[in-house]
């Protein structure tokens, strides 16, 4: 019998590996965002706006369009892990847009308008930690061991 191990070109990098971890939470929050009991108040859910209700394990503000943006992450996350480069770009960029989004949920008005995504108190520092959290990973995962540099996306 012969086992097979994975050469060292198509083995997935640290980089790869967080990036696909990150997409696939982000394709179960967005699904489990439409399963109702998993989504308090699920029948208040709109398509974007602060009126709904509707809150991921009781805690989290949501709407279809919140849940829709969760499972693009998650698709983005999984189809950009295919290589280093493309995986810590993900990673650094979409911790920079959760880094904007927890700035803009700071400083809306939450019974507003402009609460279209919507997001609330523990939404806002979910995309904080969210934002950190991706940015990290992709610049201490992102990195070549050997020299210290990040890696060249290819």
């Known amino acids: ?19 696909l971890a ?3 939470v982000f394709l179960l929050v967005g699904v489990l965002g439409f399963v109702p009991g998993v989504t308090t108040h699920y029948d208040t859910m709109e398509f974007a706006a ?3 209700e509707a809150k991921l394990l009781g805690v989290f503000q949501v709407s279809v369009l919140h849940n829709i943006v969760h499972l693009l ?4 996350g999984l189809a950009l892990a ?27 008005d939450h019974d507003s308008a402009a609460n279209f995504v919507p997001v609330n108190t523990a939404d806002n520092w979910l995309h904080f930690f969210l ?10 995962l992102g990195r070549d ?4 540099r990040a890696r060249p996306a290819r």
């Open 22 to 24: 990150v997409g696939a």
């Open 50 to 52: 602060h009126h709904s």
């Open 1 to 19: 019998m012969t086992t097979h191990t994975p050469s060292s070109r198509s083995a997935r990098t640290p980089v790869q590996k967080a990036a």
């Open 82 to 108: 295919r290589s280093a480069g493309t995986a810590r770009n993900y990673l650094v960029v979409g911790g920079a847009v959760y880094l904007v989004l927890w700035l803009y949920g700071m400083f809306i």
């Open 73 to 76: 992450f998650g698709v983005a």
């Open 131 to 140: 934002g950190i959290g991706m940015i990290a990973l992709g610049f201490l």
């Open 145 to 148: 061991a050997t020299t210290g």
